[in-house]
């Protein structure tokens, strides 16, 4: 069985073993042949030479289960702070048309978070990340629980990714770059047609009072 990003379940009748997978190659070139070569190098030959008996290594399993539970995904490299965060707090800019359809947003930051508000076809949403941690939340349309961080990628540009931790696979990467008056924004999705509003290019301008 194959499922999207490397959702996998693999049946050796001859040697009586079945291997599943779960995870989230989508983003990788070729990340499911990784599996599949990890298999056919290290397991497979194993299997072979036991004629499918392999015995309980308690000392390896002990430190798979160690190293397991340490694993955590990183939160966006970068700084923490720029000087353009006083000049565009709680500004209002507004889109010109783009294939994302967002017609307008506004970042708002606290101490080590912010949120990033934008108005698509869908209506009205908003995006909360964490600055050098992650912050967890529903993301928007699809309603699916989702982790976001963002850094300071150099003194104009914030990148913001989010992680799907839900049923569905997927991350979106958003970068927003801010000169003068004008917000130029990038994103790209890793997922199916789920995500499709998120990706592409935008442009725009802060209102002016």
């Given at each position: 069985?194959?499922?999207?990003?490397?959702?996998?379940?693999?049946?050796?009748?001859?040697?009586?073993?079945?291997?599943?997978?779960?995870?989230?190659?989508?983003?990788?070139?070729?990340?499911?042949?990784?599996?599949?070569?990890?298999?056919?190098?290290?397991?497979?030959?194993?299997?072979?030479?036991?004629?499918?008996?392999?015995?309980?290594?308690?000392?390896?399993?002990?430190?798979?289960?160690?190293?397991?539970?340490?694993?955590?995904?990183?939160?966006?490299?970068?700084?923490?702070?720029?000087?353009?965060?006083?000049?565009?707090?709680?500004?209002?800019?507004?889109?010109?048309?783009?294939?994302?359809?967002?017609?307008?947003?506004?970042?708002?930051?606290?101490?080590?978070?912010?949120?990033?508000?934008?108005?698509?076809?869908?209506?009205?949403?908003?995006?909360?990340?964490?600055?050098?941690?992650?912050k967890q939340?529903?993301?928007?349309?699809?309603?699916?629980?989702?982790?976001?961080?963002?850094?300071?990628?150099?003194?104009?540009?914030?990148?913001?990714?989010?992680?799907?931790?839900?049923?569905?696979?997927?991350?979106?990467?958003?970068?927003?770059?801010f000169m003068?008056?004008?917000?130029?924004i990038a994103?790209?999705?890793?997922?199916?047609?789920?995500?499709?509003?998120?990706?592409?290019?935008?442009?725009?301008?802060?209102?002016?009072?």
């Open positions: 069985m194959y499922g999207m990003g490397g959702q996998l379940a693999i049946c050796l009748p001859d040697y009586d073993f079945i291997l599943t997978t779960i995870a989230d190659n989508q983003g990788i070139p070729n990340g499911v042949q990784g599996i599949y070569a990890a298999l056919w190098n290290n397991i497979l030959p194993h299997l072979k030479e036991n004629k499918g008996s392999i015995s309980v290594d308690k000392k390896n399993a002990e430190m798979l289960a160690e190293r397991i539970s340490k694993l955590e995904v990183k939160p966006v490299e970068g700084s923490k702070k720029s000087a353009k965060v006083s000049e565009i707090n709680g500004r209002r800019y507004i889109l010109a048309p783009n294939q994302m359809g967002i017609s307008e947003c506004r970042l708002e930051f606290g101490k080590d978070e912010g949120t990033l508000y934008y108005t698509n076809e869908t209506g009205s949403h908003q995006i909360s990340f964490g600055i050098g941690h992650m939340q529903i993301f928007p349309d699809i309603n699916l629980l989702s982790i976001t961080s963002a850094a300071w990628v150099d003194e104009n540009t914030l990148h913001l990714r989010s992680y799907i931790i839900d049923e569905l696979p997927g991350n979106v990467n958003m970068s927003l770059t003068d008056n004008t917000v130029t994103m790209k999705r890793i997922a199916e047609d789920a995500l499709k509003r998120y990706e592409g290019f935008a442009s725009g301008e802060w209102e002016t009072v």
